[in-house]
């Protein structure tokens, strides 16, 4: 069976399901076309924005929440990222941890638990949405016609459990002027980017990094390196983006180009967390991440775009205000902004305590549940959190080169999935 599940894995990952791309159907066909193979036969497809699965009976209804579209592969891979192969017992692909294979482990799971005649008292319904690193047009199609789950998790988190989610905020700031540069960095807004360059109007000149930082110039452009990652873990990442700011702030330029770039390099320098902004929070559901994710520039002026991950205490309103005005004092307006309020389940709630079960029985170990910065399903209902699939205390590779999981995790998290079911949904002796 594993290495079915495994061969059903590779060729979902295979399909280059970027968000709002062309192949997003591609994959949601194959994992309603899998579950029909794996004897699921109540299988939707909501105008290809989102898939369930059903199976069971029940009053209530158990969600699993996965989605099935990933990031832009980006640079620094040392295997093909739609590849999916198999390199010293791990898969390597874009979308292996988020959220492909999650997806493929729940499905396999319910199987498992079909086949163990294992009684339900609530129905389960696996919801796989195609929008989920971006709008989250999945979810609202999924709202439209479709009844909220009464408990739900989503593996696209961390283990044990995560019953907190910080708020997200993502913006966009534009200041219009005939810019000399040229620039079109980042690929996403949740994306830490990894190499950053830069067209001059003039040769460039000799620049300094931080260590973590190399540089390169040839002619007219310059071009920084660090390391990509996922905009909610900051820690784990080197931003290419803010380094090419520091580079820039040292080059021949003109005087608007020139004020602009050093106002913004000032501004950001290579913060993680709003200290020049005076934003730097903390509270119980963690710290607060700031990411500049998207540098432009052409002939019509400079646009910066930035991720927040924002501590429940703390609120939107709050941010955008000292943003504005940061901003404006440097020639910015805001012109794009989107949010997802923060999110958090009480410890003592049926859905955590039974999530904690679940891994604390398997895993043999104690937990407690944690806080995230990242964004998951989970906020887009009351009652539903995360559950895996980043083993306790391991590193995220959501968003990186070489997103990669083993293949002895990949067991892990279908066994516990299937527990979790078993937990929520079945019948108690």
């Known amino acids: 069976m594993m290495d079915r599940q495994i061969a059903d894995l590779q060729a979902l990952l295979r399909i280059p399901s970027v968000s709002r791309g062309e192949a997003l159907h591609d994959a949601l066909t194959a994992a309603l076309t899998l579950a029909n193979r794996l004897g699921f036969a ?41 590849g999916a192969e198999i390199h010293n017992g791990r898969i390597y692909a874009r979308g292996v941890v988020d959220n492909k294979g999650p997806a493929v482990s729940a499905l396999y799971a319910l199987a498992a638990v079909r086949e163990a005649g294992i009684k339900l008292t609530r129905r389960v319904r696996i919801i796989l949405g195609c929008d989920e690193e971006i709008g989250w047009d999945c979810i609202a199609r999924y709202k439209q016609t479709e009844p909220d789950p009464d408990l739900a998790f989503s593996p696209d988190a961390d283990y044990p459990v995560v019953n907190a989610e910080r708020g997200i905020l993502q913006v966009r700031y534009e200041k219009k ?154 020639g910015f307006s805001r012109t794009v902004t989107h949010g997802k309020a923060g999110h958090f389940v009480p410890e003592d709630s049926e859905l955590v305590s039974g999530l904690l079960k679940v891994y604390t029985q398997y895993m043999e170990r104690d937990a407690r549940p944690l806080a995230i910065g990242g964004g998951t399903y989970a906020r887009a209902f009351v009652g539903a959190v995360g559950f895996g699939p980043v083993p306790e205390g391991g590193a995220s590779q959501c968003h990186m080169p070489d997103e990669s999981m083993s293949l002895k995790e990949l067991r892990t998290n279908t066994i516990l999935l299937a527990e979790a079911i078993c937990e929520l949904a079945g019948e108690k002796n």
């Open 42 to 82: 109540d299988t939707q497809d909501l105008d290809g924005l989102c898939g369930t699965v059903d199976y069971g009976e029940g009053k209530e209804t158990l969600g699993v929440l996965a989605h099935l579209d990933v990031v832009p592969a980006g640079e620094g891979w040392t295997w093909p990222p739609f």
């Open 177 to 330: 002027y005939p810019s000399a540069l040229r620039i079109d960095c980042g690929t996403a807004a949740n994306v830490i980017p990894g190499t950053a360059s830069a067209t001059l109007p003039k040769p460039a000149l000799p620049f300094s990094l931080p260590p973590e930082l190399t540089g390169s110039f040839e002619e007219n452009t310059l071009t920084v390196t660090g390391r990509g990652g996922h905009a909610s873990l900051p820690a784990l990442a080197f931003n290419a983006l803010q380094g090419l700011l520091q580079a820039l702030v040292v080059q021949d330029l003109p005087p608007e180009d020139a004020k602009t770039v050093r106002a913004l390099a000032v501004l950001l320098g290579m913060d993680q967390h709003g200290e020049r902004m005076g934003i730097a929070l903390t509270d119980d559901s963690g710290r607060l991440t700031l990411v500049p994710s998207i540098l432009q520039a052409d002939a019509e002026g400079m646009a910066l775009e930035m991720d927040c991950r924002y501590p429940l205490s703390q609120t939107a309103e709050g941010l955008l205000a000292t943003w504005d005005a940061l901003f404006c004092e440097i």
